[in-house]
């Protein structure tokens, strides 16, 4: 299991290494454009199939969770360690989808506000539910992680 974990971790180090790259010489990009879309697709075909197999794997060691010792210190296993993993998966993508749907609308209610000042009202409450998507996984967080105590 710990070899899928390497693999995850040299894709993500690789798509790093790869934007500070590029963003420190821009001019590379009209060199490695050719190569440059088969790689990064490559690296996220491995990252997401890495992620498929850990959960795969991961599960029988969830599920096979160890009653903590007598002396009340909980051990933390590869199991564990996963299910906490898991848990931070709905906070960072609602956080990531919330940003998204936050930038246009912002813009867009910036632009509004500026032409009619009356109309701030309706912006802040579309600029709210779109905000309010973080706040769900937010939540769906904190619920399963009360599942695991």
């Not at 210190?73 to 906070?91: R, Y």
């Not at 919330?98 to 409450?125: H, K, N, Y």
């Not at 998507?133 to 399963?144: C, H, W």
């Amino acid at each position: 299991m710990y070899w899928l974990v390497a693999l995850m971790s040299l894709a993500i180090v690789g798509l790093i290494v790869s934007g500070i790259l590029l963003e420190i010489r821009p001019t590379l990009a009209t060199r490695i454009r050719p190569w440059y879309k088969p790689a990064m697709g490559t690296q996220l075909v491995v990252f997401v199939g890495a992620q498929f197999g850990l959960l795969l794997l991961g599960i029988s060691d969830v599920m096979a969770a160890v009653e903590p010792a007598a002396s009340g210190a909980i051990e933390m296993s590869t199991g564990m360690g996963l299910a906490i993993l898991g848990v931070g998966i709905p906070t960072g993508l609602s956080t990531i989808g919330a940003g998204i749907a936050v930038g246009p609308i912002g813009a867009a209610s910036l632009a509004a506000v500026m032409e009619r000042p009356e109309a701030l009202g309706r912006t802040l409450i579309f600029l709210g539910l779109a905000e309010g998507i973080a706040i769900y996984g937010l939540v769906m967080s904190i619920l399963l992680l009360n599942r695991l105590g």
